[in-house]
């Protein structure tokens, strides 16, 4: 018997030109059912997810089509009881934990509250319900755990925190959008799994909210595959990664590109860290790291969050003095702070960063942040300056018109672009990327790696490119280095480094990536 | 731009309305302000519409003179608030440091001592000219704008885009004026607008108290002191300055909540 169904579900945004968000989509969930929804940013998918709860963005609405949830039609209740439902029927888990919670209440209290207001249990039962609940999801010491605020536990146990607050009143559908997309792949693997026990143990319904197909196909047992607004194929896991009916799905399939191919030979040494060491005052984050990077090659710098990747990349480009060693550029000693560097020096080393929304002003036209390096770094006249935008833009596989553009009216993978061109403005030496492709979708990533190997072959530059993904790190890099805690514990080509025989972290790492296969996860958990 | 509601063009309408009136003080008032009509607080007749003030000057025609004052030292303080306080606060927030920790507890010292009693100290020593006035009130004032412009610099500041001008060599100076302002100017001009109210109040209690605008020119605050006594005797006078400044200050916070209903800024959300 199907406790969900939505059928010829559309959403379109209010306003002068109305879009449709969502397009005519049906689909049902049984009890005990798992359906991921997969589609890159603006496929709709957490628009359906908010819908079923009854709830729309500001500025959308529903237009038509029926979502009939254990008999009852959702889209023409009243709040009143719209509330009833939410919460306790129906409970969601949202992307990013941090900003879900409250932060000057204990999780424990916010994991109740649904319980307690809907009356399902009273204040003792929720407690050792929830305290129950922590324990299943494998959160330490779950006693302690109750009475800790936000700010003190890590995000992985936030994100796990949020899925107890969303079972505690005992709902029979979760939707979980995209829970896993803003932690790092060790992290993602334990919240993986705590899903899936949960779901598992308790037998609930769930509709899974992802953009990554290979994270959906471990948890789902139905996948349904969305682009803009519409339904590109429905089918169970299997059959969808075996026998894709669409093209899309195809892509999606094989978003991962092409191996690279190391290059031979001796090269120039570009860039050459000297035993350097830094902290954040009383915390050491670096120590003693020393690497070589060829000229025109790739360098990728692999660890967990907080193994100090990002920092590494911070002191080479002059942001964060170090405590100790040197950074030197084609034999040429950097000095440690920004203040100090010449004016070529600046222009030699780039930096792109891991969300081009931030990295752009949002108030400043895209040619004219382009142009402005270029007038810091060249003598070109003005309208040589225009020109030479223009050429950039059409480097990265942008139309010149988009220079008149703000950043708001890009799409994310054109930002990124954007953010390449700016770089590639200055003619650098070394680009220093920091997780460049992690926030973009998996297809619009595969398109920003490629233009970056394109790049690296026409001009002959050298990356240093910071990652936690090593699919990314076997399509672009030649070499790699391994950093936990601050350590380089592993270096060397990339053919010969990231196989057996493995230490105990770098096999973590490379085990913690989802593979797009069923049953990766269980075999994953069971090595 | 945030949507236009009701509130807010009541609001506009009204500004503009006083505005006009400021600039058009000597084509729109009908007597000179300094000119006796007749005898102290004369009934509303037709050669003086509002009636007359205590000493027997058109109310009218000092209402509108006083617009021109009041308004134009308030937009004249206003602006060395704003010029002081975005300058000293964006520095002590992008900078951070020492200097910030110089610039902000110096700030916080004089954000202490009751601005009104301060004031007050300050232009019983200094001459009661207007430059001074405009001067004194924009410094004080600006110890709440800047505290505004720092906050706002710290927060636009952790943008990874600011770095990116750093790593270009791009002077401080340069950051503040092309990166930092245009990021902070719609929260900043919502501000100048409760700013200019709190202003306006403040420079009409100290021409109240008589250490502001100097007779014989007419402002808000000086009128309501001039008429004042009238009240004991029935005469309404006192109230019309009073209510200028109440109409005006309802105007200039409607359209500041506009502005500020737009300024809810959430960085790199992904959709």
Redesign the interface.
């Known amino acids: 018997m199907s406790l969900l169904t939505v059928t010829k579900l559309s959403v379109v945004s209010a306003g002068k030109n109305p879009r449709t968000l969502v397009d005519n989509v049906s689909f049902t969930v049984k009890c005990g059912e798992v359906l991921g929804l997969i589609g890159e ?2 496929a709709g998918k ?1 628009t359906i997810g908010l819908a079923i709860l009854g709830h729309c963005r500001q500025g959308m609405r529903i237009e038509t089509g029926s979502i009939l949830f254990n008999g009852q039609e959702l889209t023409t209740l009243s709040d009143r009881r719209l509330r009833q439902v939410r919460g306790r029927h129906i409970a969601y888990v949202a ?1 990013s934990a941090g900003a879900a919670f409250n932060p000057a209440i204990t999780l424990g209290e916010q994991v109740i509250e649904a319980a307690l207001r809907h009356k399902v249990y009273d204040r003792q039962q929720a407690q050792a319900k929830a305290i129950e609940l922590f324990e299943l999801l494998g959160l330490p010491q779950p006693q302690q755990f109750y009475q800790r605020y936000p700010h003190q536990v890590s995000g992985g146990q936030l994100q796990r925190a949020m899925i107890a607050m969303a079972l505690c009143a005992g709902p029979e559908l979760l939707i979980f959008d995209e829970p896993t997309t803003a932690l790092d792949v060790t992290t993602q693997l334990g919240v993986l799994k705590a899903i899936s026990d949960v779901i598992r143990i308790s037998g609930v319904a769930a509709i899974y909210i992802s953009h990554d197909l290979a994270v959906v196909a471990q948890i789902s047992d139905q996948i349904m595959v969305l682009q803009q607004g519409k339904t590109v194929e429905q089918a169970p896991v299997e059959q969808l990664l075996t026998q894709p009916q669409q093209d899309y799905t195809r892509r999606l399939l094989h978003a991962q590109g092409e191996v690279k191919t190391p290059q031979a030979g001796e090269a120039l040494v570009a860039l050459f860290i000297d035993n350097i060491s830094a902290r954040y005052h009383a915390q050491a984050v670096l120590q003693n790291v020393s690497l070589t990077l060829p000229r025109g090659r790739t360098l990728a710098v692999i660890g967990e969050s907080g193994s100090g990747k990002s920092t590494l990349g911070k002191v080479i ?3 964060l003095s170090p405590e100790a060693g040197e950074v030197s550029l084609e034999r040429q000693t950097l000095p440690a702070s ?1 203040r100090q ?1 010449s ?1 070529t020096q ?1 222009r030699d ?3 792109i ?1 891991q ?1 081009p ?8 036209r895209v040619g004219s942040q382009i142009a ?2 270029l007038a ?2 060249s003598d070109l006249s003005r309208s040589q300056r225009d020109t030479r935008v223009s050429e950039l833009l059409a480097q990265v596989g942008l139309h010149a018109e988009l220079a008149e553009r703000f950043p708001s009216a890009l799409s ?1 993978g054109q930002k990124q672009r954007v953010c390449i061109a ?1 770089a590639l403005a ?1 003619q650098p030496k070394l680009i220093v990327c920091d997780e460049p492709t992690s ?1 973009l979708d998996p297809l619009v990533a595969r398109d920003v790696l490629a233009l970056l190997r394109k790049i690296q072959q026409d001009t002959g530059i050298s990356y240093l490119f910071i990652t936690h993904d090593l699919q990314v790190v076997r399509e672009i890099a030649d070499d790699v280095a391994v950093l936990k805690a601050g350590r380089i514990v592993r270096q060397g080509p990339v053919a010969s480094t990231l196989v057996e025989p493995l230490d105990d972290y770098t096999r973590e790492l490379l085990r913690s990536v989802p593979e797009m296969r069923v049953g990766w996860l269980e075999e994953t958990l069971t090595a | 731009m945030p949507a236009l509601k009701p509130s807010s063009i009541l609001g506009l309408l009204v500004l503009s309305l006083f505005i006009l009136i400021a600039i058009f003080a000597p084509w729109l008032a009908p007597h000179a302000p300094d000119q006796t009509l007749g005898m102290s607080w004369d009934l509303p007749g037709p050669n003086a519409i509002l009636g007359t003030d205590n000493l027997g000057r058109d109310l009218l025609s000092r209402l509108i003179w006083g617009t021109r004052v009041s308004l134009g030292v308030t937009a004249l303080a206003a602006l060395v608030a704003f010029a002081v306080g975005c300058t000293l606060g964006f520095i002590a927030g992008l900078r951070g440091g020492w200097l910030d920790q110089v610039i902000s507890r110096c700030n916080d010292i004089v954000m202490a001592i009751p601005t009104l009693i301060l004031a007050l100290i300050v232009l019983a020593v200094l001459p009661k000219t207007i430059p001074v006035l405009t001067l004194v009130l924009g410094l004080l004032e600006s110890t709440r704008v800047l505290r505004v412009a720092r906050s706002l610099a710290v927060d636009i500041g952790v943008m990874e885009f600011v770095d990116v001008a750093r790593l270009r060599g791009e002077s401080l100076g340069w950051i503040l004026w092309h990166v930092i302002l245009p990021n902070a100017l719609q929260t900043l001009i919502a501000e100048f607008g409760l700013r200019f109210i709190f202003i306006l109040l403040f420079l009409s209690a100290l021409s109240f108290l008589g250490l502001g605008i100097q007779p014989p020119t007419a402002d808000w605050g000086g009128l309501a002191r001039d008429n004042k006594d009238g009240i004991l005797f029935g005469v309404w006078a006192a109230l019309v300055p009073g209510g200028a400044i109440a109409v005006l200050a309802l105007a200039v916070n409607a359209v500041a909540d506009w502005l500020m209903s737009g300024t809810t800024r959430v960085w790199g959300r992904k959709g």
Request: aromatic fraction near 4%; charged fraction near 20%; hydrophobic fraction near 40%.
């Open positions: 940013s603006g957490s992307q480009c002059g942001l920004l560097r004016r600046l080393v780039q930096l960063h969300i929304d931030t990295a752009l002003n949002p108030k400043e402005r390096v810091c770094f994310g700016r200055a926030a």
